[in-house]
T-cell receptor, first 117, second 115 residues
Framework: GENVEQHPSTLSVQEGDSAVIKCTYS??????FPWYKQELGKRPQLIID?????GEKKDQRIAVTLNKTAKHFSLHITETQPEDSAVYFC????????????????FGQGTILTVHP | KAGVTQTPRYLIKTRGQQVTLSCSPI?????VSWYQQTPGQGLQFLFE???????NKGNFPGRFSGRQFSNSRSEMNVSTLELGDSALYLC??????????????FGSGTQLSVL
């Protein structure tokens, strides 16, 4: 089955700096890659996602890049703010796998991002 | 629209007991998935329901089961609780559960502690 590795496990930056979180996946058939942000005691929230037919997607200060050949994708946060502090999870899914893909995402282990004021 | 609602928010049980968790999806969403979140294993997929049928299942023992009602609300049951079942159980809903064609929206979870 799919395996997703996420690095680093913790990341500490100063306010205004950029933050980059990287994930690699094992199943070359995976074609959907969402990123979730989970603040302490709260639900995971989808912040951005990318499909395999796109190499990069941007939404204000957040961007995701995908390298299908190398099977890795990254989250980039620019001009970080203290409210960006949270746990970030990457995930992967093969949406063409039929029944075995319904409702299923394979998640990375998470990155604890701390933005210092 | 109201988000995904899970009840109860916290549960404390003892080993050997059973527990039932509830999830109400976003209105109009028919697919409900369940995930277990632990510090050691991260987020792991339990199962997915659509139109009252389990369509997909993760690698969890048979003690973990679920069901979905005609109004798309779902329940998850864990029997013969073990200490290792202590976790945050998250429910997620989507329109049809078809992976990247739809987004998964999570509830706030039920924190289960097994003593």
């Amino acid at each position: 089955g799919e395996n997703v590795e996420q690095h680093p496990s913790t990341l500490s930056v100063q306010e205004g700096d950029s933050a980059v979180i990287k994930c690699t996946y094992s199943d070359s058939a995976s074609n959907y890659f969402p990123w979730y942000k989970q603040e302490l005691g709260k639900r995971p929230q989808l912040i951005i996602d990318i499909r395999s037919n796109v190499g990069e997607k941007k939404d204000q200060r957040i961007a995701v890049t995908l390298n299908k050949t190398a099977k890795h994708f990254s989250l980039h946060i620019t001009e970080t703010q203290p409210e960006d502090s949270a746990v970030y999870f990457c995930a992967a899914s093969n949406t063409l796998a039929g029944g075995t893909s319904y409702g299923k995402l394979t998640f990375g282990q998470g990155t604890i991002l701390t933005v210092h004021p | 629209k109201a988000g995904v609602t899970q009840t109860p928010r916290y549960l404390i049980k003892t080993r050997g007991q059973q527990v039932t968790l509830s999830c109400s999806p976003i209105s109009g969403h028919r697919s409900v998935s369940w995930y277990q979140q632990t510090p050691g294993q991260g987020l792991q997929f339990l199962f997915e329901y659509f139109s009252e049928t389990q369509r997909n299942k993760g690698n969890f023992p048979g003690r973990f089961s679920g069901r979905q009602f005609s109004n798309s609300r779902s329940e998850m049951n864990v029997s013969t609780l073990e200490l290792g079942d202590s976790a945050l159980y998250l429910c997620a809903s989507s329109l049809r559960g078809q992976g990247g064609n739809e987004k998964l929206f999570f509830g706030s979870g039920t924190q289960l502690s097994v003593l």
